[in-house]
C-alpha cells in the first residue's frame, strides 16, 4: 500500500487489493474507502468488463511532479497487466497541496493488434453491497438528512437537489424531448434513492453541513456521469462515457481528470472551490460586463419580421434614458428553414445584414441566433448533403428531438465538409452580416449517439472540437452565448450560457397547450422550470461565464399574474446575470416598462442561494451590498406553493447575525423594524411570488430604509453625508427615475430640497420620511433638514 498527503486529506492506493481510499484529514467529512475502477469494452464480437481487484498484477510509480494550470502536480501512477485483447491502463492519481481535491484520471492503451472499442470507463466504485468498501457520508447514514445535487446534461436540463428520499424527475415525453436534454450515456431511471448527474454531483449530509463533490474539471474528452445509490449502504459510481469509440492499435485514450473532495457545504462552498478549478482548467475568461437587451423571441416566436425589429429598436432608442438597453437580439425566425442559413423568409427580405446596421447606427450592438449544429428535415441542406447527416446503425439520421413541428436530425461534424459549413455560417454572421453577438442554440445536437464518419471519436471530443472551430472561425472578439449546450464541453468557448429551460408566458409547462399530463415536465419551456435553474445553477455565474437566465417578460398579457413576474424580475436581478427583455416595447403599458426598469443597471453580483442543498425549488436568497449609505442585506423568500404563504422574518433563516434591521419589501412597499430576538410577522406572500426584502441594519443616526427606484434599495445612493439636523445625498442611477425614497430620521423632517427645489415629501410613525423624485437622467443631489 502507498499513501501519500496534501494539508486536507490522504489518498490511499491498494493496488494489491484492487482499490484506493480517499480520507480527509476532519474526521468529521465524509470519506470513500476500497474504491474501485473499470472499463468496458468490447473486442470485435466480445464485450469485455474488467474491474480493479485483489491479486492482479501491477506497477506503482509514485511522486513524480507534472506541472499544470492548478499549479504542480505530485503523480503517482497505477500501471495494469494486460488485459484481453492486448488493453492496458493506468490510473494516475495527482495531489496538489492548495486544493482539497483528489484528482485522477485513467489512460487506456491499446498494445494488441486489433482495434477495441470503448464503452465505459469507470474511475470510482464504491460502497453499496461491497463489504470492503464505504461510502461514509459522516456519522450514521440517514436518508432524512442527505441529499443529493444534480446537475443537468445541458443548458435546458432541469437541475437541483434531491432529497435521498426522493427519486429523479423523468421525462415522459420520450422521443421527442430525451434526445435533447438527456445524454445518452447517462442512465433516465426512476427509483427512490436513485440519483443521477451530469459532469459534477454533490452529495450532502444536511445536518452535519458537509458534503461530497465529485465530477470531472472537463469535458474534452468524454461526458462523465455521477450515479448514487442512496438507501441502506449509499454508493457511487463516476465514470466517463466511452461511447464506443474505438481504440486503435497502438493508440492511447485519456479520460478529463476527475475530482473527489470532502468539504464544508457552506462558505467557502464546496462547490465554489470546485467551479473555480474547473474555470481556470478551462482558461475561461469572463467579459467585463453583463449584457442587456432585447430578444425578439419570446413575444413574436417563428413570427419575428424584420418590420417588427426595427420597432423593437425604434422603442429601445427612443427609451434608452429610462431603459438603457445596448443588445437587440434577433432570434429564430428570419431562415427559411434551420439549417438553411443563407436564404432568408420573406419577412426578412433583404436578409438580416441592413438590420444589424440600422441596430448600430441606433448606437446598439446587433444579436443573432443561429442553431449551427441542428438541420430541419424540410431543409435544403438536409436533401443537398445527406452525407453531413449522422445517422444510426440503419443508416436512418438520427432524432434530434421534436422541435418546429418536425423530428429533427444532427449534422455529423466528423464530416469535415459538415464542420466546414458550420463554421462558415457563424463566420459569415460575424464578418458579412456583421454581428458581434452571437447565440449559439441547440448545441447539443453534435453530441448525438449514432454511426459517426470518424469512430475514434467520442461524442464529447466530436462537440468539443465543433465548438472550438466554431469559436476560432469568429475569433476572441465575438461575444458568444451558448444555449442547449452541454455545459462542460462548452466551459471555456462561451462568453455567456444559458442555464435552464426557455421562459413562457406560462408558470407552468404545457406541450402543444396541453397543459395537465405535462406539468411536471421539468425541462421545457415554463416561466417555472426557468426560475428553479436561475437559482440552482447560480453559482456558475461570473466563474465558467455570464449566466443567461433568459429573458424577463413583463408585458400585462401574458398568463403569468403580477406575483410571478416579480418572481422572474427578482430570480433574475439578484443571480446577476444578462437582462434581456423580450416584449414587444411599443406595446407595452409604461407601469410594466417599469417592472424591467427598476433591474437597470444589473446588480452583477449573484445571490448566495440559502437552501441550495436542502430545498427544491431554493426559496432563500442573500445578497450583502454595499454602496455610500454603508452595508445592508437584500434578501428574497419565494412562495412556490399555489397557495399564500404566511411567514415570518427571522435573520437567522438567511444566516443573517441576530440584530436590530430596518426592512422594506421592495414589490408590496412594506416596511417594518426587526427587532433582536424577535420574529417579525411578514405579509403573506402570494402564490408563486416573492418577498423581496432589503434589510438595512438598525443605526442610531438617520439611515436610509427604502425606495422604489432600483432592487437592490440602495444602490442608487452614490453619496451620502449627514451633518447636524440634515442628511445630503446624491442619486444616480445613469438613467431616468422617478419615485420615492424612505430615509428614518433623528428627528421630524422639516424640508427635502433639491436644485432649489422643494420635494413633495410624507411622514410617517418614527421619523420615516419619504421624499419623492425625479430625474431625466442626470444625479440628483438632495438636502434634507430635520428639526
Ligand atoms: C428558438 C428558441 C429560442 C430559445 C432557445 C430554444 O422543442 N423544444 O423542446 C424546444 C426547447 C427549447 C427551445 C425551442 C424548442 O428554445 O432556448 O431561447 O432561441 O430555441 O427556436
Not at 407595452?588 to 441550495?612: N, S
Amino acid at each position: 500500500m502507498h499513501a501519500c498527503e496534501n494539508p486536507h486529506f490522504v489518498l490511499q492506493i491498494d493496488p494489491e487489493k484492487g482499490s484506493f481510499a480517499y480520507l480527509p484529514h476532519d474526521d468529521r467529512l465524509p470519506r470513500l474507502t476500497g474504491i474501485r475502477w473499470g472499463i468496458t469494452y468490447q473486442q470485435f464480437d466480445k464485450k469485455t468488463r474488467i474491474s480493479s481487484q485483489p491479486g492482479q498484477p501491477y506497477t506503482l510509480d509514485v511522486h513524480q511532479v507534472l506541472p499544470s494550470r492548478l499549479g504542480n502536480l505530485s503523480v503517482s501512477t497505477w500501471r495494469s497487466g494486460e488485459y484481453p485483447g492486448g488493453l492496458w491502463a493506468q490510473v494516475e492519481f495527482a495531489l496538489c497541496a492548495a486544493l482539497p481535491y483528489l484528482l485522477w484520471r485513467i489512460r487506456l492503451i491499446n498494445r494488441g493488434d486489433q482495434p477495441l472499442w470503448i464503452d465505459q470507463i469507470e474511475l470510482l466504485r464504491a460502497g453499496g453491497q461491497n463489504p470492503n468498501s464505504q461510502v461514509s457520508l459522516g456519522g450514521q447514514f440517514s436518508p432524512h438528512q442527505t441529499w443529493f445535487y444534480a446537475n443537468g446534461w445541458q443548458s435546458w436540463s432541469y437541475t437541483g437537489a434531491y432529497s435521498a428520499l426522493d427519486s429523479i424527475r423523468r421525462s415522459k415525453l420520450g422521443g421527442f424531448q430525451k434526445p435533447m436534454v438527456i445524454n445518452a450515456s447517462t442512465p433516465d431511471w426512476k427509483q427512490p434513492g436513485y440519483f443521477t448527474s451530469d459532469f459534477f454531483g454533490l452529495v450532502a449530509n444536511t445536518r452535519q453541513r458537509t458534503a461530497l463533490l465529485t465530477g470531472f474539471l472537463s469535458q474534452h474528452e468524454h461526458f462523465g456521469t455521477l450515479e448514487a445509490l442512496l438507501y441502506d449502504r449509499p454508493s457511487l459510481r463516476l465514470w466517463a462515457g466511452g461511447d464506443h469509440a474505438r481504440l486503435d492499435s497502438g493508440r492511447e485514450m485519456c479520460t478529463d481528470w476527475a475530482v473527489l473532495a470532502a468539504g464544508a457545504l457552506e462558505d467557502p462552498t464546496l462547490l465554489e472551490t470546485y467551479l473555480d478549478s474547473a474555470a481556470v482548467e478551462n482558461q475561461v475568461q469572463l467579459p467585463e460586463s453583463v449584457p442587456s437587451g432585447w430578444c425578439s423571441w419570446y413575444h413574436f416566436y417563428t413570427n419575428v419580421t424584420a418590420k417588427s425589429v426595427i420597432d423593437n429598436l425604434d422603442a429601445v432608442a427612443a427609451n434608452r434614458s429610462r431603459l438603457p438597453l445596448e443588445f437587440i437580439q434577433i432570434d429564430d425566425g428570419f431562415e427559411t428553414q434551420v439549417g438553411d442559413w443563407y436564404t432568408f423568409k420573406p419577412t426578412f427580405p433583404d436578409g438580416v445584414a441592413p438590420l444589424a446596421d440600422r441596430i448600430r447606427a441606433a448606437g446598439l450592438t446587433p444579436g443573432l441566433w443561429l442553431a449551427p449544429f441542428i438541420v430541419h428535415p424540410k431543409s435544403q441542406l438536409e436533401h443537398q448533403h445527406p452525407n453531413w447527416l449522422l445517422r444510426d446503425q440503419r443508416g436512418k439520421p438520427v432524432n434530434a428531438g421534436f422541435v418546429w413541428n418536425a423530428f429533427t436530425h444532427g449534422l455529423d461534424l466528423t464530416v469535415p465538409e459538415a464542420l466546414g459549413y458550420a463554421c462558415g455560417v457563424v463566420k459569415t454572421a460575424k464578418e458579412e452580416w456583421k454581428y458581434p453577438y452571437l447565440k449559439l442554440d441547440f448545441l447539443y445536437a453534435a453530441a448525438l449517439p449514432g454511426v459517426y464518419n470518424d469512430p475514434t471519436q467520442t461524442r464529447a471530443q466530436v462537440l468539443r472540437k465543433g465548438m472550438q472551430a466554431l469559436r476560432d472561425a469568429v475569433g476572441t472578439g465575438t461575444f458568444l452565448l451558448g444555449c442547449g449546450a452541454p455545459l462542460g464541453s462548452v466551459l471555456g468557448l462561451v462568453d455567456a450560457m444559458r442555464i435552464g429551460a426557455d421562459v413562457s408566458g406560462d408558470w407552468l409547462p404545457a406541450f402543444y397547450n396541453i397543459r395537465f399530463p405535462f406539468k411536471n415536465e421539468a425541462h421545457i419551456p415554463s416561466a417555472r422550470n426557468s426560475i428553479n435553474n436561475i437559482l440552482t445553477r447560480a453559482p456558475l455565474h461570473r466563474r465558467w461565464w455570464i449566466n443567461d437566465p433568459d429573458c424577463l417578460l413583463v408585458r400585462p398579457d401574458t398568463r403569468l399574474t403580477l406575483a410571478e413576474v416579480h418572481t422572474l424580475a427578482t430570480a433574475i436581478a439578484l443571480t446577476g446575470g444578462s437582462l434581456l427583455v423580450s416584449d414587444d416595447l411599443p406595446a407595452l403599458p409604461a407601469d410594466r416598462l417599469r417592472l424591467a426598469q427598476v433591474l437597470l443597471p444589473v446588480i452583477g453580483k449573484t445571490a448566495e442561494i440559502i437552501d441550495l442543498f436542502e430545498s427544491t425549488p431554493p426559496a432563500l436568497l442573500r445578497i450583502d451590498l454595499q454602496s455610500a449609505i454603508g452595508s445592508w442585506h437584500v434578501l428574497a423568500r419565494f412562495n412556490w406553493n399555489d397557495q399564500p404563504l404566511a411567514w415570518t422574518f427571522n435573520p437567522a433563516d438567511f444566516r443573517l447575525p441576530d440584530g436590530d434591521y430596518t426592512l422594506h419589501a421592495f414589490w408590496d412597499d412594506f416596511s417594518a423594524p426587526s427587532r433582536e430576538g424577535e420574529p417579525f410577522t411578514m405579509p403573506a406572500i402570494l402564490a408563486h411570488g416573492v418577498s423581496l426584502l432589503a434589510a438595512y441594519p438598525a443605526r442610531p443616526a438617520a439611515c436610509y430604509a427604502g425606495s422604489n427606484l432600483h432592487v437592490s434599495q440602495g444602490l442608487e445612493v452614490i453619496t451620502w453625508q449627514t451633518k447636524k439636523n440634515q442628511v445630503e445625498l446624491v442619486l444616480d442611477l445613469g438613467r431616468a427615475f422617478e419615485g420615492w425614497f424612505d430615509l428614518i430620521l433623528e428627528s421630524e423632517a422639516v424640508q427635502a430640497v433639491c436644485l432649489g427645489e422643494t420635494l413633495h415629501c410624507e411622514k410617517f410613525a418614527n421619523h420615516r420620511t419619504r421624499i419623492y423624485v425625479r430625474s431625466n437622467r442626470e444625479p440628483l443631489t438632495i438636502t434634507i433638514r430635520h428639526s
